[in-house]
């Protein structure tokens, strides 16, 4: 089956620490997405990539940082600069086009403790 | 940004009614899209309606599009308490961004 994974569901890190979320897709898409929610919030874009080995910050980078090595696969590492990292974490995949849809992974709920 | 930004906040209607959500956006589109969140999970694509086009429907779904308003609404007729989940809209060019949502609540 086609698909856009997330993993781990949930995550738990003590305060200081890096962790990588992952992300993979089967879908062929070019375009990859991640996303923070708060609770009761929107989303915000971290970060986004159109082409293997190559991304761009969005809205809220600082404190993140991504790869784009195989077209498959897009992980998130949450650094120790992220002042706030408690959230869900959404991952996206899109068809690059005027005319293409999102499709989105089941997140990951990370947790400092 | 191109986000579209929704409103009401929250929407808490009886089983059978109809729901209706809008979206307003700032600047030009080529399309504007409709997805669905349920509580923990993904988002979900609903409805994509083009800028030529003022009126899309897909099952109980109504969409429409005003770009001389800038807006769009979606109506979701005969809602059922399934339909619980927020509704967002994105207005996509190189990425998507969303809004805040409309938080929907359909009370069995």
């Known amino acids: 089956d086609g698909g856009i994974t997330q993993s781990p569901k949930y995550l738990f890190r003590k305060e200081g620490q890096n962790v990588t979320l992952s992300c993979e897709q089967n879908?062929?898409?070019?375009?990859m997405y991640w996303y923070r929610q708060d609770p009761g919030q929107g989303l915000r874009l971290i970060y986004y990539?159109?082409?293997?080995?190559?991304?761009q910050k969005g809205d809220i980078a600082e404190g993140y940082s991504v790869s784009r090595e195989k077209k498959e696969s897009f992980p998130l590492t949450v650094t120790s600069a992220q002042k706030n990292p408690t959230a869900f974490y959404l991952c996206a995949s899109s068809i690059v086009g005027a005319y293409t849809e999102a499709f989105f992974g089941q997140g990951t709920r990370l947790t400092v403790v | 940004s191109q986000q579209g930004e929704e409103d009401p906040q929250a929407l808490s209607i009886q089983e059978g009614e109809n729901a209706t959500m809008n979206c307003s956006y700032k600047?030009?589109?080529?399309?504007l899209q409709w997805y669905r969140q349920n509580s923990g999970r993904g988002l979900v694509h609903l409805i994509l309606i083009r800028s030529n086009e003022r009126e899309k429907h897909s099952g109980r779904l109504r969409v429409t599009l005003d770009t001389s308003k800038k807006s769009s609404s979606l109506l979701i007729t005969a809602s059922r308490a399934a339909d619980t989940a927020s509704y967002f809209c994105a207005t996509p060019t190189h990425e998507f961004y969303f809004g805040s949502g409309t938080k929907l609540n359909v009370k069995p």
């Open positions: 879908l062929n898409h070019d375009a």
């Open positions: 600047t030009s589109i080529n399309n």
């Open positions: 990539s159109q082409i293997v080995n190559d991304f």
